[in-house]
Every structure is written in C-alpha cells, then in structure tokens.
C-alpha cells in the first residue's frame, strides 16, 4: 500500500504527516460511508416507515449525536496515527505483515481473517470488562456510555485511551503473525461493519435469530443496545460466546429482541414521536 502510494506521489517519500492525513482522511470517508449510510437510511429516509423496529422507542437529542461524531472523529486520528506506526515498523522490518501473496496460501490467508476475528472478540470482551471497573468507567468508558440511545456515528464514539486500547489489537496481531494487508482490510471491513450495526438502534435480523444454534453464536443490535441502556451487562462484540461463557448476557436479552423483532406496526404519536401499538416495551434495570 505504501509502494503504490509512493509511487503514485513521490513527495509522499517519508513525508509522515502526509501519510498521516491520507490514512486519516481514508478512515473518515469510510466511517462516514458506513455510518452515515445506516443513518441516511434509519434516522431520515425510513425514519416514519420503520420506526417500530427502534429498540428504544424515542431518538437521541441532536446534541448527543453531535458528541458521537467528535469523539469517533477523535478516535480515527488515534486509529491513523497506529496505521502510520504500524507502516515504518514494517518498513524497518519489525512486523510479521507479508505484501506478496505467493509467500502463503489462500488457506491461511482465511485462516488469518478468521483467527484475527476470533482474537479481537476475546480481546474485546475482556478489555471492556476492565473498561466497567469503576476507576476506568468514570474516567475512560463514560465517554462511549454517554450514548445511551445510540446511533450508528456512536461506532466509535471512545475517550482516546480506550480508542488506544480497543485498535490496539491491530499493532499487537501484525507482531504475532503473518498476516497480509488485505486480511487486515477484510478484518477492518467486518470489525466497522458490526460495530455500525451494534449501534444502529434498529433491530434488523429477524425472530428466533438469538434462540438458534447457529446464528444464535452471533450478536444482534438489541444485544449491544441493551448494554448501552442498562450498562452491566452484554459486554461482548462479534459473537455470544463469551457472555454465554462468563454469565453477562442480561436474562432478559432473548425476550427482549424476540419482543422487538416481532413488532409489526407503529402509530405516529406526534411529528416527533412515534409509539409502537400494542406493545409495552420497557427494558429492565440490570441487576448485575
Ligand atoms: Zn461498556
Ligand atoms: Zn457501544
């Protein structure tokens, strides 16, 4: 990547702000691509339409989402500045990243992805739940919790330290194994992906889904919204897997999302506020 770049502007040569801004400025376009793509879509063009799979039946206050866009804005550059880290550690040849091909074959190159994908999600459990002790949530996590009725731009809405720890995956796996840049981009595709889904505020997959032996290993976007809302609770990323193992999915996560995924209408209530009928959704405090 870095070849090409140099190649196509050869003032860029060891030109690291340069380098710095166009990874930059490449996160921003793909965060707003993704991001803004699932707002466009949820929380203006099909805002009336679809209002009854809303998790929580009511929209943040304009303000909130303005919060989201600065800190995930914030948190890009920390994203960028380990991206610019990461290229010189491998020109210098301290990172295990391969650029030809031929060096592996397409099995492991799978095998990179999905491993890369399995790792970040442990990885991901356990740093948030350090994330919750006391100490770290009211200085660090308290940033990302301010959303507690998120929307897609909350993707990566992170006090710095946590952006800090939660990227860090990417500089700690090229150390560990050979991987090559397009297994880091297909993990990164799939990482932005779920993490605009989880704070979507709609619910999208359809009933049953979080009861079925297969699809049931996989997280929904009630899962990650009843963490925002009632905190201790749903701590995992990508997979059920470790929330079934550790006892934190909140008891009523099933009966929640079946409860969701089964509404079939909405009455609008004002221009503002819609109300979903025949339904009295109202989420439990966590017990914890
Ligand atoms: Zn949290
Ligand atoms: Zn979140």
Same mark, same amino acid.
């Given at each position: 990547m870095s070849h090409i770049l140099e190649s196509w502007f050869p003032a860029l040569q060891d030109n690291l702000p340069a380098y710095w801004l166009i990874i930059y400025a490449f996160l921003v376009l793909r965060y707003v691509i993704f991001a803004g793509a699932a707002y466009g879509i949820f929380y203006v063009w099909r805002k009336r339409a679809w #209002?009854? =799979? =809303?998790?929580?039946?009511k929209y943040p206050e304009q303000k909130r989402v303005l919060y989201e866009l600065k800190y995930s804005f914030s948190s890009l550059a920390i994203f960028a500045s380990l991206a610019v880290f990461i290229k010189y550690a491998t020109e210098g040849g301290y990172t295990k990243i391969y650029s030809d091909f031929s060096e592996h074959s397409w099995l492991y190159f799978l095998f990179t992805v999905v491993i890369f994908v399995l790792i970040h999600d442990m990885y991901f459990y356990w740093t948030h739940r350090a994330m919750h002790h006391p100490l770290l949530f009211k200085h660090v996590h308290k940033v990302h919790h301010?959303?507690?009725? !998120?929307? !897609?731009? /909350? /993707? #990566?809405? #992170?006090h710095p330290l946590e952006a800090l720890v939660e990227f860090g995956i990417i500089p700690i796996m090229v150390f560990l194994m050979p991987l090559h840049p397009a297994a880091i981009a297909v993990f990164a595709l799939y990482m932005v992906s779920l993490n605009v889904i989880g704070h979507l505020g709609f619910e999208i997959f359809p009933r049953g889904f979080t009861q079925h032996k297969i699809f049931g290993l996989h997280n929904t976007s009630t899962h990650h919204n009843m963490h925002h809302k009632l905190v201790n609770c749903n701590y995992s990323l990508y997979f059920n897997i470790w929330d079934k193992l550790m006892g934190t999915n909140h008891a009523k996560y099933h009966s929640t999302f079946e409860e969701v995924a089964a509404r079939k209408d909405a009455v609008p209530v004002s221009s503002n506020e819609y109300q979903v009928a025949s339904t009295s959704y109202e989420m439990q405090q966590a017990t914890d």
């Amino acid at each position: 990547m870095s070849h090409i770049l140099e190649s196509w502007f050869p003032a860029l040569q060891d030109n690291l702000p340069a380098y710095w801004l166009i990874i930059y400025a490449f996160l921003v376009l793909r965060y707003v691509i993704f991001a803004g793509a699932a707002y466009g879509i949820f929380y203006v063009w099909r805002k009336r339409a679809w #209002f009854y =799979k =809303k998790i929580q039946q009511k929209y943040p206050e304009q303000k909130r989402v303005l919060y989201e866009l600065k800190y995930s804005f914030s948190s890009l550059a920390i994203f960028a500045s380990l991206a610019v880290f990461i290229k010189y550690a491998t020109e210098g040849g301290y990172t295990k990243i391969y650029s030809d091909f031929s060096e592996h074959s397409w099995l492991y190159f799978l095998f990179t992805v999905v491993i890369f994908v399995l790792i970040h999600d442990m990885y991901f459990y356990w740093t948030h739940r350090a994330m919750h002790h006391p100490l770290l949530f009211k200085h660090v996590h308290k940033v990302h919790h301010m959303s507690n009725n !998120p929307t !897609p731009w /909350a /993707a #990566f809405s #992170f006090h710095p330290l946590e952006a800090l720890v939660e990227f860090g995956i990417i500089p700690i796996m090229v150390f560990l194994m050979p991987l090559h840049p397009a297994a880091i981009a297909v993990f990164a595709l799939y990482m932005v992906s779920l993490n605009v889904i989880g704070h979507l505020g709609f619910e999208i997959f359809p009933r049953g889904f979080t009861q079925h032996k297969i699809f049931g290993l996989h997280n929904t976007s009630t899962h990650h919204n009843m963490h925002h809302k009632l905190v201790n609770c749903n701590y995992s990323l990508y997979f059920n897997i470790w929330d079934k193992l550790m006892g934190t999915n909140h008891a009523k996560y099933h009966s929640t999302f079946e409860e969701v995924a089964a509404r079939k209408d909405a009455v609008p209530v004002s221009s503002n506020e819609y109300q979903v009928a025949s339904t009295s959704y109202e989420m439990q405090q966590a017990t914890d």
